[in-house]
């Protein structure tokens, strides 16, 4: 850190590609300063709190990020070549799934992403509210299990996981169902999850159906309906 002499002189460009190299899983404004040679203040000069930090790096990452998509492909297989988009560019770059989970879109990278997929979506015959509803959803266990993935990656080999799998062992149930599950690797699971879900999405909302209501409470047999109630009213 710089604690003298002349200040030196840097942009909000230079701010970004130092938080870039440190990554969104590390970046911190002290992190960014130590790199550029420079105090925290001085950040801050140019980037006003931590979450500002964290969009102008985030989105920096995302403009990265292309997706590409063949027209010709069927929806479900489309979905899942989404997830695994999504996937492959959060595993090489750590911290972007749970970036993108917290908050999306938050800038004009997310909403480029955003509005490619709806549009390879409404070439699928959906509108853009299902098709906001069928790309969250996707996303969303993608991103997440995205994140699982690389927690449970980051403990690989340790104690903690040793300590897991010999109480496992103890029990004759989970070792029952261990035993039963075939070699697969993490991306086997995922594509499995991600289809099944990709097609319980488009049996629910398929192109050109309205979004579904939220079910309704029934009224009591021989009762009035009851209504909900959210909040107290004075």
Known sequence: MRTGGRPASFTVADVIAAGKRIGLNELTMQRVADALGVTTAAIYR????????????????????????DPAQPLVPHLVGFALQLRRFTHDHPGTAGYMLRLFPRGQSGIRLMEQELRALGERGYDP????????????????VSVAEQEQAAVAG????????????????????????????SEDYFMLLLTSAAEGLVARLPPGAPIPAPDQPQAPAGGPATIPITEKTP
């Open 158 to 185: 340790s104690e903690v996981v040793e300590h897991a799998l010999t109480a496992i062992a103890g029990s004759a149930l989970l070792r029952q169902a261990k035993a039963g599950i075939p070699h697969h690797t």
């Open 129 to 144: 509210a299902a098709a906001t509803v069928i790309a969250s959803g996707i996303a969303t266990i993608a991103l997440g």
């Open 46 to 69: 140019h980037v006003p709190s931590r979450s500002a930090l964290e969009t102008l790096v985030g989105e920096a990452i995302l403009d990265e990020l292309r997706l590409t998509d």
